[in-house]
């Protein structure tokens, strides 16, 4: 059986994400930082700690097969959560011989790459939010800098403003969506679940697109 180790499962975001995990038959180590998030049940071991220690990473990976990232900074009083989650789990994953890992991040933030030459929906999604949360984006851009350069078989999924729709698809394109565009957790969930068993976009940061979008390049 896979195990997927799932930091961030207690969001959310990472609910839907477990719940499309275990509906899969897989097997899941999610690290939870409060003690009532969530309890272990068939599928389900529960490791707590904080990503910020490197035993509560070690412990989760331990068993795993691949990992699924939903952290963010949001709320938080040190907007670096995303980027110091990857700088604990890639020495433990190449240690222990694990390359797949897919985590998340919001649709305004860039690649290195992107400097200078942003789609214009990037642009103007960043201008609107930097003013706000620039902490967030910038812990963003840091964790997938990081990952760009750890030689694991990574991607990072740009999500829009996501909602409690329950209707809606999602696909991931190139291209971002506009600036307005919104998504619901459970179709963000589906998209990415979908990505890291049949990884279609390694060494990518694709975008999250509405389905009813159809700007963008598609994969």
Do not use: C
Request: hydrophobic share 45%; aromatic share 4%; proline share 6%.
């Amino acid at each position: 059986m896979t195990t997927v180790a799932l930091l961030g499962g207690a969001g959310r975001l990472g609910r839907h994400v477990l719940a499309g995990l275990l509906t899969r038959q897989l097997a899941v180590r999610m690290l939870v930082r409060s003690p009532d998030a969530s309890s272990p049940r068939d599928g389900l071991a529960v490791i707590r700690g904080d990503v910020h220690n490197r035993d509560a990473i070690e412990a989760v990976i331990g068993g795993s097969d691949m990992v699924l990232s939903t952290l963010g900074s949001a709320g938080e009083p040190i907007a670096d959560v995303s980027s110091t989650a990857v700088t604990n789990l890639v020495p433990f994953m190449k240690a222990r011989g694990l390359s797949r890992i897919v985590s998340v991040t919001g649709s305004a933030a860039r690649l290195d790459s992107e400097i200078g030459s942003e789609h214009h929906w990037l642009a103007a999604r960043r201008r609107m939010l930097m003013t706000r949360m620039a902490p967030l984006i910038l812990d963003g851009e840091a964790h997938m800098r990081l990952l760009a350069a750890s030689a694991l078989a990574w991607t990072v999924v740009r999500a829009p403003l996501m909602t409690t729709e329950r209707d809606g698809v999602a696909r991931l394109a190139t291209s971002p969506p506009p600036p307005d565009a919104t998504l619901g957790y459970a179709a963000v969930a589906q998209a990415i679940v979908e990505e890291l068993l049949a990884p279609q976009w390694v060494g990518q940061a694709p975008f999250l697109m509405p389905a009813q979008y159809s700007e963008g390049e598609t994969k």
